[in-house]
């Protein structure tokens, strides 16, 4: 059928156009079913074009063509109007070779045309061939430069159904954009389509998404054997990319949501969302101008897996990162407005299972409101959230080059009952991340940093707490509420405000403990309590507040010289740990190079409980504390010392003095407690007072 020029306007309200065939290989020839061009219009309210119906069932005897196997719409003010009805089982067919693809196996929007669905259903429609994009709707623009505002292909979507149409050899199996297209999803369903890549939605070259309502839910990217023939079509997922099981943005492409589902989405890089890197240039950089923009005003992203498919393509970059949303190379994310974001739920058979953020560029706008991360989880690092790098900007020579990034959070995040191997809430392994209001609770990590992870194998991460709450996490080795690991380089922690409590440790750092891992190692630690609370924490061994371990300088209160600031002094209470050092446990050990430093000037510790020794801080092999201010007071350790020095380790000063209590250890029919304080460096008995207990049998 063939509408064309101004007058042309043909109304469809019932029937089938099927089984017809468009031979034409050029970009503007096509429409197996329907061809409209030159202001043409054409209004579908009934009827199918595509598969034909016999009796109550569908016979599969689609129409075809190279470009919009069922419908193809060309040229300024060319319009489609979509009330009802199917556009179903059609496809568009490649040249094969190198020759650029088809586009469309189910409508195809070309050129300034314009397509508007209200209600029906485009599905079961297919593409293949070399480079083909689009497999149930494909809109292409074909204006150069970022002018989509000034006009190009639109699709609107206000109601119906786009789903199970595939583009196995490409990427767009729902819908693919390029050249300035625009595509506004008011309402609707993208779902359970397949593709190489961007299996529900593929976004690039300056095109617009916007998703105000609706859902896109149930895709597949880059999943399965290159071998297999998928509905009885050549071809099958033979691109490797596998990214964006839901919608994978590149190029210059922006997606918005303001609101609506992304939910249940599976790909092998980026489950939900993919923000994918630009071209390269020659010399293995990356280009200026080819960044990938998502922009997140509201909505949910859930239930999304990044998989691992190893039988099929080993040794691929990045698979099973990012289960909700993956940002590498030159993507940038932005986190803005007032309405509620969710990331929940989601699963990366790797790394991030909420947000994995490799490099590229994340923002936060401030004063945005409720922020969740809640339920997601990663086999190895970052169960909430995996914080890396930096961005790639302009190096003023042509090309790009990565300068360190930097997350901050802003309004009311939480990050709650997310589940990794490393870094059960948030795992930083590069770059900075600035945490504000956050509250980091209830998260679970097999290894290290049941809330928050810090470092990598290179070192270089930082995380900075600005105030908010990390709580109720767990670590079955160190690190409960934070961990601080690498094998190299620099790695730091800095706590100006907020509150960690009610977190738990297997072995060390019930709050917070640093830990060198691997072999050679030269890794250093900065821990700098400037201010907060750091309560009610448990170890099942060393550090119930803080296990600071070798090569670590840990300051608790302001540096040595500094004028007292604004936050009030750091708070270490009412910790425990089942062996050694309730409220601190500095760790070393006998080699020079493995020395622990605890400095402090300021702020308290006390009615910390070690089971074993050191109520208040064990200061263990190597270990070198110095006090210039500060109290430590009303520790009680169970066995020796509320101060415990190991090994002669040195300990100079006592800041406002040292008032903790242990149990004597006689074993008499009466228990003692002893009350120490300090004198020119060296403790002494200040009283002894006995308190009749009957020993326990």
Known sequence: MYARATAANFVMTGGAIYHNRANGVDANQGGGGVYASETGSFTYTSGVIGGRLVGDNLVPAGNRARHGGGVFLQGNNTVFHM???????????????????????????????????????????????????????????????????????FFNMYGGTI???????????????????????????????????????WIQADSIFTMYNGNISGN?????????????????????????????????????MHNGT????????????????????????????????????????????????????????????????????????????????FVNNNVAENSGGGVRWVTGHWHTQQNTSIVQF????????????????????DDGQGGLEFAPGRLTTHGDWTIAGNEAARGGGVFVGGGTFLDNVTAVGRNTSEIFGGGVLVGSD??????????????GNQAERSGGGIAIIANSGATTFTMHNGVISHNDAESYGGGIATEPVGAGITSTFAVNIRGGIIEHNDSSFAGGGIRAGSRTNLTLGRPIGQQAGPVPAPVVRN????????????????????????????????????????????IGANGQVT???????????????????????????????????????????????????????????????SVYRPIAT
């Open 262 to 341: 992304i939910d249940g989405n599976t790909g092998r890089v980026g489950g939900g969302i993919y923000l994918a890197h630009g071209a390269r240039t020659a010399t293995g950089g990356y280009a200026p101008g080819t960044h990938a923009y998502a922009t997140i005003h509201g909505g949910v992203i859930s239930n999304n897996t990044a998989t691992l498919d190893w039988n099929y393509y080993p040794n691929m970059e990045f698979d099973g990162d990012g289960g909700g949303i993956f940002i590498t190379r030159t993507g940038i994310l932005n986190f803005v407005g007032n309405a509620p974001k």
């Open 458 to 471: 290179t070192g270089g991460a930082s995380f900075t707490l600005l105030g908010g709450t990390i709580q």
């Open 83 to 153: 009330h009802n009805g199917r556009i179903i089982n059609n496809t568009a067919t490649g040249a094969g070779g190198n020759v650029a693809g088809p586009g469309g196996g189910g409508v195809d929007v070309y050129g300034r045309a314009r397509f508007n669905m209200h209600d029906g259903l485009i599905s079961g429609n297919r593409i293949y061939g070399s480079y083909s994009y689009g497999g149930g709707v494909n809109v292409e623009g074909r204006i150069t430069g970022p002018t989509a505002d000034q006009g190009g292909s």
């Open 575 to 618: 910790n425990g740990a089942n062996s050694l050092g309730g409220g601190v446990s500095i760790g070393g050990s006998l080699l020079t190079a493995e020395r622990a430093f605890f400095t402090m000037t300021e702020g308290s510790i006390s009615n910390n409980t070690a089971q074993d020794s050191g109520g208040g801080v064990f």
């Open 163 to 201: 789903s199970n149409n595939h583009a196995p050899n490409g990427g767009g199996g729902g819908v693919h954009l390029t050249f300035s297209a625009v595509f506004n999803m008011e309402n609707g369903e993208i779902k359970d389509n397949i593709a190489g890549h961007g299996a529900g939605v």
């Open 220 to 256: 597949t990217a880059g999943i399965g054997p290159g071998s297999q023939t998928m509905t009885g079509l050549p071809g099958a997922i033979a691109n490797r990319n596998g990214g964006g099981g839901g919608i994978m943005v590149c190029c210059r492409a922006t997606f918005y």
């Open 374 to 393: 809640i339920g997601n989880e990663a086999a190895q690092d970052g169960g909430g959230i995996y914080v890396g790098g930096g961005l790639f900007v």
């Open 627 to 689: 006090a210039t201010g500060g109290t430590i007071s009303n520790n009680t350790a169970h066995t020796v010392g509320r101060v415990y020095v190991a090994n002669g380790g040195p300990y100079n000063g006592c800041g406002g003095g040292i008032c903790n209590t242990y149990w004597n250890p006689e074993r008499s029919k009466y228990k003692y407690y002893e009350q120490h304080r300090c004198r020119n460096g060296r403790r002494y008995l200040f009283r002894k007072l």
